[in-house]
């Protein structure tokens, strides 16, 4: 007798590629600014993007361990539907479905539409398309929706092909902040950057306020580090789960977190931390391309945003 089909085509590397896309957003490129101001030195701004590390991969591990042993599509719908009953996956999955991931879906598709009007000065909230009354609609509103639109429709085709529009994004956001890496050390070995900015590392005393500063700090590089979850919503599609689930996530978290560690140390190697805390709007990644870049880093700044929003939007609509 022929052995059933597979139906799960999700491979070790799709599954990967799904948590470093989920993660990469535009945290990196904005929080460290905040967290520069609260903690005031070097070491303290990259020790918490260490912590960060290690608390999500271990965060990571505890949920592999969990989709290896209920390998289903739903995520933390099955983990507590089985642990607390079905009323409490019930109300997770139509909190998830109404506000969570609704409200995530439109918040990137808006900044995806926000920064394609760098490139396109006809897409922006005054630039009305159509208008009655109080309501209106304007050609960021219709790009964000459109897009949306289409990545669903794109994703109801089939898992695999889903899976391949996503990797692509991927690979471009991991080469995007590696590029970051790269052009913030060679610029800053070329005479942009100064080994002086990293010292002092640390306050000369650890006291208990500062120890406590630093925790609330953290909530910055936390936030940024989220979205590693989102495997175990399709986890009914990996292929060989009890292996690949727990592995992508180890995988995924640790290639994103070095990456992010690896930034904020090219931030701070080209621009001393008073630059870093005082960045326009927050915008490290922004103030770090135009040091070295120019006029010209605004643009990659922008499309690199944009790679990351319309990627997180395509995991959002796999995942949904």
């Known amino acids: 007798m022929a052995s059933p089909p597979n139906h799960r085509k999700l491979s070790l590397f799709d599954s990967t590629a799904i948590i470093t896309g989920s993660m990469i957003g535009s945290g990196i490129f904005i929080v460290s600014a905040e967290i520069s101001r609260q903690v005031h030195y070097p070491g303290m701004l990259l020790l918490a993007w260490a912590v960060t590390a290690v608390i999500t991969i271990l965060g990571a591990l505890s949920y592999g361990e969990l989709a290896a042993a209920m390998p289903k599509a739903g995520g933390q719908y099955i983990y507590l539907k089985e642990a607390f009953g079905p009323l409490y996956g019930f109300l997770y999955g139509w909190t998830l479905f109404s506000v969570i991931q609704t409200g995530t879906i439109a918040a990137v598709g808006v900044a995806f539409a926000k920064f394609t009007g760098v490139f396109f000065p006809e897409i922006g ?3 009305l398309v159509f208008a009655m009354g109080n309501f209106a609609i304007n050609t960021q509103q219709l790009l964000a ?3 949306i639109v289409l990545l ?3 994703n109801f085709r089939e898992v695999k092909s889903g899976a391949f529009l996503q990797n692509i994004f991927t690979v471009s956001k991991v080469a995007a902040l590696i590029l970051l890496v790269v052009l913030g050390f060679y610029f800053g070995m070329k005479g942009l950057g100064n080994w002086s900015n990293f010292s002092p590392a640390f306050p000369d005393v650890m006291t208990l306020a500062t120890i406590g500063v630093f925790g609330a700090a953290m909530t910055g590089s936390l936030f940024s580090a989220d979205a590693w979850n989102n495997i ?5 599609e990996v292929d060989r789960p009890q292996r690949n689930l727990p592995l992508s996530l180890f995988l995924g978290t640790s290639i994103v977190l070095v990456l992010y560690f690896l930034a904020n140390m090219a931030y701070i190697y080209v621009l001393p931390m008073e630059k870093i805390q005082t960045a326009d709007n927050d915008r490290v990644g922004t ?4 040091t070295i870049l120019g006029e010209n880093g605004k643009y990659f700044m922008a499309a690199m945003i944009m790679v990351s929003s319309i990627r997180c939007r395509q995991e959002s609509s796999n995942t949904s």
């Open 152 to 154: 669903t429709l794109y």
């Open 145 to 147: 929706v459109g897009v």
């Open 287 to 290: 103030l770090l391309f135009e």
């Open 232 to 236: 175990t919503y399709t986890a009914g």
């Open 125 to 127: 909230p005054e630039r």
